[in-house]
């Protein structure tokens, strides 16, 4: 009977998870190899190249191309493409979700490393999750760049100037490396694009970056940020500093002013968010100690008190040989990934551990337009000597000569050939979902489509009629089904009195429900005629959708 393998499960498919898989192949004997079975668990079954992801925005790297399939990575690894449900650190198992059939699937495992990185905090700021665009994935970049020219279709052809202005006003929260990238490169996408659109001006297009600290960048030396803030500004970026984003609504972003306390409203249809970050909700259930929701872990990046547990990346409280914490960034994720390799072999061979003593070779941030700031072991640079340095550098450093090909194929085309304007609709709306209100916004006014059922969740709201108030919504009263019953256009507005948190539901899911869910038809019917309206529409049929 053979003999059973010495089974490592590595949770997560970023860098400090996919790298460990590649180091452990390559720090392994043949032997060893024969003996131990290496499994990924990830999402996705690709690794994104973050620093990369802005210029997907811009349209300066194809989509694809800033992505890496994990398989070429660690060929040699197992890779499950689920969610992870449950972590039992006692009984060594790690239960992940269905996939195509309904059944759960369980590993069992002998070293775990934990790399499963960080989620959006959304619970900080009410309606980002509802209402804004986060900026950490790949289909996040995306999607920006999807409704970035959405925004500018609909602008040249909007009308009433008020609602074009909320078009073309694009909101970024968060002056960090992210958020700067992220702006610099929205900036350049928007400035190129609107040449092929005749009734939009250079003037009107607005962008905001948003910076709670008293500077951008604040990772960086002072001089290097107030270069980069100079140079987002000669191109036109609002950078607004010591401001908070407080609250996201659905045509704005509340921002309040640290020193002066003031609020304000930006009215904005693009918004995107690139803080805060929160730990995944599988860490906090774990028996481990924390330290600010990460990982604790020793020098060698073993979790103290269980043996055969390891974590990394930014998921982990990894100490360095400076005094410091390890910093969440990818070059770190590296070094952690090929110590904790070495020493989850050096523990199955019973040797001793090398304690990680990387400290990080410098910061570099993009500006777009062929500028940058770097500083690298103390030496500061800025300019185009930092954007040719940051482009070397990131290069050299994508996994796979394939990709390294095709990136540098995408930009020196982006030199000669105009930025793709193209959209792609591949982001269905959802049918029914959360929304958030500011106090004094209209949710819909009077006289529009009726495209949406609406239930109150929380807050209080008024029916505005002919710029009248006639009524107060409580909390849970249902509203706005006379338009899509009967076709018509909306006989009211609706405002929030206070801040509102509410639940939509599309047409086409209205529809649905009332012809094939038994019981809604007959209370759709019952709070119409508590409204006084005749429920004879209610026969209408079924709609489909294209």
């Known amino acids: 009977m053979a003999d059973k393998k010495h089974r490592i499960l590595i949770l997560g498919g970023g860098f400090g998870g996919v790298y460990t898989a590649l180091y452990l192949d390559k720090a392994m004997t043949r032997a060893e190899k024969e003996r131990t079975e290496v499994t990924i668990v990830s999402n996705e079954n690709y690794i994104v190249f973050q620093p990369f992801l802005p210029e997907v925005i811009s349209g300066t790297i194809e989509t694809l191309h800033c992505i890496t399939p994990i398989r070429r990575i660690a060929r040699r690894a197992r890779l499950y493409t689920r969610r992870i449900e449950e972590i039992d650190t006692q009984k060594k198992t790690v239960r992940l979700a269905p996939d195509f059939l309904p059944k759960p699937l369980t590993l069992e ?27 950490k994935y790949l289909g996040d970049a995306l999607r920006l760049r999807n409704e970035s020219v959405r925004a500018l279709e609909e602008a040249d052809i909007e ?37 092929d659109y005749s009734n939009i001006r250079q003037e009107e297009i607005r962008c905001v970056l948003l910076q709670s600290a008293d500077r951008i960048l604040p ?15 000669k191109r036109g970026v609002e950078i607004r500093l010591n401001t ?65 547990h390891w974590a990394l990346g930014d998921c982990a409280s990894v100490p360095q040989i400076d005094g410091i914490k390890s910093p969440p960034t990818a070059q770190h994720a590296l070094r952690q990934a090929k110590t904790c390799a070495t020493n989850i072999v050096a523990r199955m061979r019973g040797t ?8 990080g070779l410098g910061k570099l941030a993009s500006l777009g337009q062929r500028s940058a700031v770097a500083e690298v072991f103390g ?26 090909i095709r990136i540098a194929a995408d ?51 008024e ?84």
């Open 463 to 546: 029916i505005v009629k002919n710029g009248n108030v006639v009524a107060t919504i409580d909390k849970g009263a249902p509203f706005g089904e006379i338009a899509l019953v009967e076709n018509s256009p909306r006989t009211a507005g609706v405002r929030a009195k206070t801040n509102c948190t509410l639940v939509s539901v599309a047409r086409p899911a209205f529809r649905k429900l009332l012809t094939h869910l038994p019981g809604v038809r007959d209370s759709v019917g019952s709070i119409m005629q508590s409204h006084g309206v005749d429920p004879s529409g209610l026969d209408a049929p079924d709609e489909d959708e294209d």
């Open 109 to 135: 495992y002998d070293e775990l490393v934990v790399g499963l990185g960080t989620r959006m905090n959304y619970a900080l700021v009410p309606g980002m999750r509802e209402h804004s665009i986060p900026f």
């Open 244 to 308: 908070r984003l407080t609250a996201i609504s659905a045509d704005a972003a509340i921002i309040q002013n640290k020193q002066t306390k003031e609020i304000e409203r930006i009215e904005a249809r693009t918004i995107v968010s690139t803080v805060p970050a929160a730990a995944h909700p599988l860490v906090k259930s774990l028996p481990f100690e924390l330290e600010r929701d990460r990982i604790v872990v020793t020098k060698y990046l073993d979790v103290p008190k269980f043996p055969g």
């Open 411 to 461: 930009w020196t085309l982006d030199l000669i050939l105009p930025r793709d304007i193209t959209q792609l609709k591949i982001f269905p709306a959802e049918h029914v979902q959360q929304e958030h209100f500011h106090g004094g916004e209209m949710i819909f006014d009077q006289g529009d489509f009726g495209n949406k059922f609406y239930v109150l969740t929380d807050g209080q709201a």
């Open 219 to 233: 990772e960086l030396g002072e001089s290097l940020a107030l270069y980069a803030q100079s140079i987002l500004g």
């Open 159 to 195: 009308q009433n100037p008020v609602e074009k202005k909320k078009l073309l006003t694009f909101v970024v929260g968060g002056g960090g490396f992210s958020g700067v990238e992220c702006i610099a490169e929205l900036n350049d996408f928007l400035t190129a694009a609107i040449k």
């Open 352 to 359: 001793s551990m090398k304690q990680f003593s990387f400290t």
């Open 379 to 404: 030496i500061k640079i800025k300019g185009i000597l930092a954007w040719f340095f940051w482009r070397t550098v990131y290069l050299s450093k994508f996994p796979g000569l394939d990709r390294k």
